[in-house]
T-cell receptor
Framework: NAGVTQTPKFQVLKTGQSMTLQCAQD?????MYWYRQDPGMGLRLIYY???????DKGEVPNGYNVSRLNKREFSLRLESAAPSQTSVYFC????????????FGSGTQLSVL | QKEVEQNSGPLSVPEGAIASLNCTYS??????FFWYRQYSGKSPELIMS????GDKEDGRFTAQLNKASQYVSLLIRDSQPSDSATYLC???????????FGQGTELSVKP
Protein backbone atom coordinates (compact mmCIF):
# COMPACT_ATOMS: atom_id res chain seq x y z
CA ASN A 1 0.00 0.00 0.00
CA ALA A 2 2.02 2.95 -1.29
CA GLY A 3 -0.56 5.68 -0.55
CA VAL A 4 1.00 9.04 -1.46
CA THR A 5 4.51 8.92 -2.92
CA GLN A 6 6.71 12.00 -3.21
CA THR A 7 10.04 12.33 -4.95
CA PRO A 8 12.74 13.33 -4.25
CA LYS A 9 13.07 13.09 -0.46
CA PHE A 10 15.95 15.57 -0.32
CA GLN A 11 17.14 18.24 -2.74
CA VAL A 12 19.70 21.04 -2.65
CA LEU A 13 19.40 23.80 -5.23
CA LYS A 14 21.30 26.95 -6.00
CA THR A 15 19.42 30.23 -6.24
CA GLY A 16 17.84 30.55 -9.68
CA GLN A 17 17.77 26.83 -10.48
CA SER A 18 14.50 25.13 -11.33
CA MET A 19 13.10 21.81 -10.27
CA THR A 20 9.89 19.79 -10.15
CA LEU A 21 8.60 17.88 -7.14
CA GLN A 22 6.64 14.82 -8.11
CA CYS A 23 3.65 13.37 -6.28
CA ALA A 24 1.53 10.34 -7.05
CA GLN A 25 -1.31 8.66 -5.16
CA ASP A 26 -2.79 5.22 -5.68
CA UNK A 27 -5.99 5.66 -3.63
CA UNK A 28 -8.15 6.92 -6.52
CA UNK A 29 -8.56 10.25 -4.72
CA UNK A 30 -10.04 13.22 -6.55
CA UNK A 31 -8.29 16.01 -4.65
CA MET A 32 -4.59 16.67 -4.26
CA TYR A 33 -2.64 19.34 -2.41
CA TRP A 34 0.81 20.84 -1.98
CA TYR A 35 1.78 22.29 1.40
CA ARG A 36 5.00 23.74 2.72
CA GLN A 37 6.06 23.58 6.35
CA ASP A 38 8.43 26.03 7.99
CA PRO A 39 9.41 26.11 11.68
CA GLY A 40 6.73 27.80 13.76
CA MET A 41 4.47 28.31 10.72
CA GLY A 42 2.52 25.08 10.56
CA LEU A 43 1.48 23.85 7.14
CA ARG A 44 0.66 26.44 4.51
CA LEU A 45 -1.27 25.54 1.37
CA ILE A 46 0.54 26.36 -1.87
CA TYR A 47 -1.82 24.97 -4.52
CA TYR A 48 -4.53 22.39 -4.67
CA UNK A 49 -6.47 20.45 -7.28
CA UNK A 50 -10.04 19.55 -6.45
CA UNK A 51 -10.28 17.23 -9.45
CA UNK A 52 -8.39 16.20 -12.55
CA UNK A 53 -8.00 19.20 -14.85
CA UNK A 54 -8.45 21.89 -12.19
CA UNK A 55 -5.98 23.73 -10.00
CA ASP A 56 -6.39 26.62 -7.56
CA LYS A 57 -4.12 28.86 -5.54
CA GLY A 58 -3.72 28.37 -1.83
CA GLU A 59 -2.27 30.68 0.81
CA VAL A 60 1.27 31.02 -0.60
CA PRO A 61 1.30 30.37 -4.39
CA ASN A 62 3.89 32.94 -5.46
CA GLY A 63 6.99 31.40 -7.04
CA TYR A 64 5.32 28.04 -7.74
CA ASN A 65 3.41 26.37 -10.54
CA VAL A 66 1.53 23.10 -10.54
CA SER A 67 0.30 20.51 -13.01
CA ARG A 68 -2.40 17.94 -12.43
CA LEU A 69 -1.10 15.49 -15.00
CA ASN A 70 -3.87 12.93 -14.45
CA LYS A 71 -5.94 11.70 -11.54
CA ARG A 72 -2.90 10.08 -9.88
CA GLU A 73 -0.21 12.72 -10.31
CA PHE A 74 0.19 16.32 -9.13
CA SER A 75 3.54 18.05 -9.61
CA LEU A 76 4.94 21.26 -8.11
CA ARG A 77 7.46 23.31 -10.06
CA LEU A 78 9.86 25.97 -8.82
CA GLU A 79 10.90 27.95 -11.91
CA SER A 80 13.61 30.05 -10.26
CA ALA A 81 14.36 28.87 -6.74
CA ALA A 82 14.96 31.41 -3.97
CA PRO A 83 16.37 30.91 -0.45
CA SER A 84 12.89 31.78 0.92
CA GLN A 85 11.65 28.55 -0.66
CA THR A 86 13.84 26.47 1.64
CA SER A 87 11.25 24.33 3.40
CA VAL A 88 9.75 20.88 3.80
CA TYR A 89 7.15 20.22 1.11
CA PHE A 90 4.27 17.81 1.60
CA CYS A 91 1.92 16.45 -0.98
CA UNK A 92 -1.46 15.20 0.20
CA UNK A 93 -4.63 13.73 -1.23
CA UNK A 94 -8.24 13.27 -0.20
CA UNK A 95 -11.24 11.56 -1.72
CA UNK A 96 -13.06 14.89 -1.83
CA UNK A 97 -16.07 13.83 0.23
CA UNK A 98 -14.40 15.36 3.28
CA UNK A 99 -11.59 17.72 2.24
CA UNK A 100 -10.30 17.79 5.81
CA UNK A 101 -9.26 14.15 5.78
CA UNK A 102 -5.89 14.27 4.08
CA UNK A 103 -3.35 11.55 3.47
CA PHE A 104 0.17 12.91 3.32
CA GLY A 105 3.30 11.84 1.54
CA SER A 106 6.57 11.54 3.43
CA GLY A 107 7.78 15.00 2.46
CA THR A 108 10.63 16.61 0.51
CA GLN A 109 13.33 18.55 2.34
CA LEU A 110 14.41 21.33 -0.03
CA SER A 111 17.33 23.65 0.61
CA VAL A 112 18.01 26.61 -1.66
CA LEU A 113 21.49 28.10 -1.24
CA GLN B 1 -5.25 37.98 12.54
CA LYS B 2 -4.05 34.52 11.62
CA GLU B 3 -6.90 32.35 10.40
CA VAL B 4 -6.14 29.44 12.75
CA GLU B 5 -4.19 30.06 15.93
CA GLN B 6 -2.69 27.65 18.41
CA ASN B 7 -0.48 28.01 21.46
CA SER B 8 2.94 27.27 20.02
CA GLY B 9 4.23 25.65 23.20
CA PRO B 10 6.14 23.60 23.92
CA LEU B 11 3.64 22.09 26.33
CA SER B 12 5.17 19.73 28.85
CA VAL B 13 3.08 17.34 30.97
CA PRO B 14 4.00 14.40 33.19
CA GLU B 15 3.09 10.88 32.15
CA GLY B 16 -0.47 10.04 33.14
CA ALA B 17 -1.66 13.66 33.18
CA ILE B 18 -4.23 15.31 30.91
CA ALA B 19 -2.79 17.38 28.05
CA SER B 20 -4.98 20.21 26.81
CA LEU B 21 -4.35 21.70 23.37
CA ASN B 22 -6.24 24.76 22.21
CA CYS B 23 -7.10 26.35 18.88
CA THR B 24 -9.09 29.39 17.75
CA TYR B 25 -10.24 30.23 14.25
CA SER B 26 -11.43 33.39 12.55
CA UNK B 27 -14.03 32.23 9.99
CA UNK B 28 -17.40 32.07 11.75
CA UNK B 29 -18.81 30.06 8.83
CA UNK B 30 -16.41 27.14 9.27
CA UNK B 31 -18.12 23.80 9.79
CA UNK B 32 -15.36 21.19 9.89
CA PHE B 33 -12.44 20.88 12.29
CA PHE B 34 -9.56 18.46 12.53
CA TRP B 35 -6.60 17.52 14.69
CA TYR B 36 -3.47 16.08 13.12
CA ARG B 37 -0.48 14.59 14.94
CA GLN B 38 3.03 14.94 13.55
CA TYR B 39 6.00 13.09 15.00
CA SER B 40 9.38 14.72 14.52
CA GLY B 41 10.63 14.21 10.98
CA LYS B 42 7.41 12.52 9.87
CA SER B 43 4.31 13.57 7.97
CA PRO B 44 1.05 14.62 9.65
CA GLU B 45 -1.65 12.04 10.34
CA LEU B 46 -5.30 12.66 11.12
CA ILE B 47 -6.35 11.69 14.65
CA MET B 48 -9.69 13.46 15.21
CA SER B 49 -12.42 15.27 13.32
CA UNK B 50 -15.35 17.17 14.78
CA UNK B 51 -18.26 18.89 13.08
CA UNK B 52 -20.84 19.64 15.82
CA UNK B 53 -20.71 21.63 19.02
CA GLY B 54 -19.81 19.60 22.07
CA ASP B 55 -17.43 16.74 22.76
CA LYS B 56 -16.30 13.82 20.63
CA GLU B 57 -14.36 11.02 22.27
CA ASP B 58 -12.08 8.43 20.69
CA GLY B 59 -10.11 6.36 23.18
CA ARG B 60 -7.88 8.66 25.21
CA PHE B 61 -8.59 11.60 22.89
CA THR B 62 -11.48 14.06 23.24
CA ALA B 63 -12.12 16.87 20.78
CA GLN B 64 -14.25 19.78 21.96
CA LEU B 65 -15.92 22.36 19.72
CA ASN B 66 -17.58 25.66 20.59
CA LYS B 67 -18.64 27.45 17.41
CA ALA B 68 -20.02 30.48 19.24
CA SER B 69 -16.58 31.11 20.74
CA GLN B 70 -14.78 29.90 17.59
CA TYR B 71 -12.76 27.54 19.71
CA VAL B 72 -11.72 23.91 19.32
CA SER B 73 -9.60 21.88 21.71
CA LEU B 74 -8.03 18.46 22.06
CA LEU B 75 -7.70 16.68 25.38
CA ILE B 76 -5.38 13.71 25.78
CA ARG B 77 -6.09 11.69 28.91
CA ASP B 78 -3.49 9.47 30.59
CA SER B 79 -0.75 11.03 28.46
CA GLN B 80 2.04 8.70 27.40
CA PRO B 81 5.60 9.47 26.24
CA SER B 82 4.50 8.12 22.84
CA ASP B 83 2.07 11.07 22.63
CA SER B 84 5.05 13.45 22.40
CA ALA B 85 4.59 15.12 19.02
CA THR B 86 3.37 18.32 17.40
CA TYR B 87 -0.42 18.62 17.21
CA LEU B 88 -1.86 20.62 14.34
CA CYS B 89 -5.34 22.12 14.39
CA UNK B 90 -6.95 22.48 10.95
CA UNK B 91 -10.16 24.12 9.77
CA UNK B 92 -12.10 23.92 6.51
CA UNK B 93 -12.78 27.48 5.52
CA UNK B 94 -16.24 28.35 4.26
CA UNK B 95 -14.85 29.90 1.10
CA UNK B 96 -13.43 27.36 -1.32
CA UNK B 97 -13.24 24.38 1.01
CA UNK B 98 -9.52 24.76 1.70
CA UNK B 99 -7.99 23.11 4.77
CA UNK B 100 -6.05 25.72 6.75
CA PHE B 101 -3.65 24.68 9.50
CA GLY B 102 -2.56 26.40 12.66
CA GLN B 103 1.12 26.65 13.50
CA GLY B 104 1.04 23.57 15.73
CA THR B 105 1.61 22.91 19.42
CA GLU B 106 4.57 20.79 20.46
CA LEU B 107 3.68 18.39 23.28
CA SER B 108 6.27 16.69 25.44
CA VAL B 109 5.18 13.96 27.86
CA LYS B 110 7.81 13.31 30.52
CA PRO B 111 8.11 9.81 32.07
Amino acid sequence: NAGVTQTPKFQVLKTGQSMTLQCAQDMNHNSMYWYRQDPGMGLRLIYYSASEGTTDKGEVPNGYNVSRLNKREFSLRLESAAPSQTSVYFCASSDGTDPGKLFFGSGTQLSVL
Amino acid sequence: QKEVEQNSGPLSVPEGAIASLNCTYSDRGSQSFFWYRQYSGKSPELIMSIYSNGDKEDGRFTAQLNKASQYVSLLIRDSQPSDSATYLCAVIYNQGGKLIFGQGTELSVKP
